[in-house]
């Protein structure tokens, strides 16, 4: 028995090939070999016609969407520009539109503890202020590389770069 951690590595054997497996105590066993237990959920219940007709589009759209961006150029160099859609536009509606909301709430706020100083609209004033707070946009930094984490590298795992590789293919 070795530990690498927090977890405990312990030796088994697959119940289906009899191959024999490293299992880490904190993650899910597995068999790399016959890939035994790598979907552990169980069996999927039976789907209604709404769930059935859901992934029956989504499949749809992502093959549509795999076309598309396996045929198209990635160089940006050739001209094309990204291609605008309905669903794209509308995304940009929305987001403007939380923004709009935002900047009135404050703009109220501000009137409200402006006109009605040392009066009532004092109160309706600071909570609008405090939603317009609650509801900003928040620009955050992606985390440095101190921040990250562990870094696997091929040689520290490979059974799950070999199922990278494999799935890759």
Same mark, same amino acid.
């Given at each position: 028995m070795r530990t690498t951690g927090e977890g405990v590595l312990e030796s088994s054997s697959c119940p289906e090939c009899d191959t024999e497996i490293q299992v880490d105590s904190r993650f899910t066993k597995w068999c790399p070999a016959c890939d035994w237990n790598v979907d552990p959920g169980g069996p999927e219940e039976s789907r209604g016609r709404l769930e059935t007709l859901r992934r029956t589009l989504a499949q749809r759209h992502g093959e549509r969407l795999l076309t598309t961006m396996s045929t198209a150029s990635t160089d940006a160099a050739d001209g094309r520009r990204?291609?605008? &859609?309905?669903?794209? #536009? *509308?995304?940009?509606?929305? =987001?403007?539109?939380?923004? %709009?909301?935002?900047?009135?709430?404050? $703009?109220?706020?501000?009137?409200?503890?402006?006109?009605?100083?040392?009066?009532?609209?004092?109160?309706?004033?600071?909570?609008?202020?405090?939603?317009?707070?609650?509801?900003?946009?928040?620009?955050?930094?992606?985390?440095?590389?101190? &921040?990250?984490?562990? #870094? *696997?590298?091929?040689?520290? =795992?490979?059974?799950?770069? %070999?199922?990278?590789?494999?799935?890759? $293919?």
């Open positions: 990204a291609r605008r &859609d309905v669903s794209g #536009v *509308l995304a940009y509606a929305v =987001a403007l539109l939380i923004h %709009a909301v935002t900047a009135l709430l404050t $703009v109220t706020g501000i009137w409200c503890l402006v006109s009605g100083w040392g009066g009532f609209l004092m109160l309706p004033g600071a909570f609008l202020l405090l939603l317009a707070w609650a509801l900003r946009p928040r620009l955050t930094r992606l985390p440095s590389d101190e &921040d990250a984490g562990v #870094v *696997l590298r091929r040689p520290d =795992a490979p059974e799950l770069f %070999a199922l990278i590789d494999e799935v890759g $293919v």
